[in-house]
């Protein structure tokens, strides 16, 4: 195996190392973020329409668009050393990221929430109380009426 040779197939095994990190961010968002069908679905064909640019780059640039089986031996390789040693505290990582995320964004947004409950929803609700109240009592009174008008006739 020449150096030129050996050089490539580390750069493929970093490649795949990529891309069992592109497969630990896909998972952690699905875990994350509780999605419908749909969603997992398009995120799928994202991780696989980037995976396959990401082999198309590294095969345009670093073999010259030659596809030789080392490559595919780095790109197994890489991914396996990926999962089996690094993926566990990768993961651990981004979670505590996004985690972290979560609550900075959620407290505003709880706020915020709270902010238009009181101020906006509870009046608009309370004048839809009283207009159905109103209503009622209308309805009452052509009831009443309408019993009156019965009995005159």
């Not at 050996?6 to 795949?16: A, N, R, V």
């Not at 592109?22 to 968002?29: A, G």
């Not at 799928?44 to 080392?70: K, M």
């Not at 040693?85 to 979670?95: A, G, P, W």
Request: net charge positive.
């Amino acid at each position: 195996m020449s150096l030129n040779q050996l050089s490539t197939l580390l750069y493929f095994i970093l490649t795949g190392a990529i891309i069992g990190i592109l497969f630990d961010i896909f998972r952690i968002l699905r875990k994350s973020f509780k999605t419908s069908d749909i969603i997992t679905y398009i995120h799928d064909f994202l991780f696989w329409i980037l995976t396959g640019a990401i082999l198309l780059f590294s095969i345009f640039t670093f073999n010259n668009g030659e596809l030789r089986g080392y490559i595919f031996i780095g790109i197994i390789f890489g991914i396996t050393i990926y999962l089996l040693l690094f993926s566990k505290y990768f993961i651990k990582i981004l979670v505590a990221i996004i985690g972290f995320i979560k609550k900075i964004v959620s407290y505003p947004l709880k706020i915020i929430y709270q902010f238009i409950k009181k101020y906006i929803l509870k009046p608009i609700h309370s004048i839809f109380d009283k207009i159905k109240e109103n209503i009622s009592k209308l309805n009452l009174k052509i009831k009443k009426n309408d019993k009156i008008s019965n009995k005159i006739q």
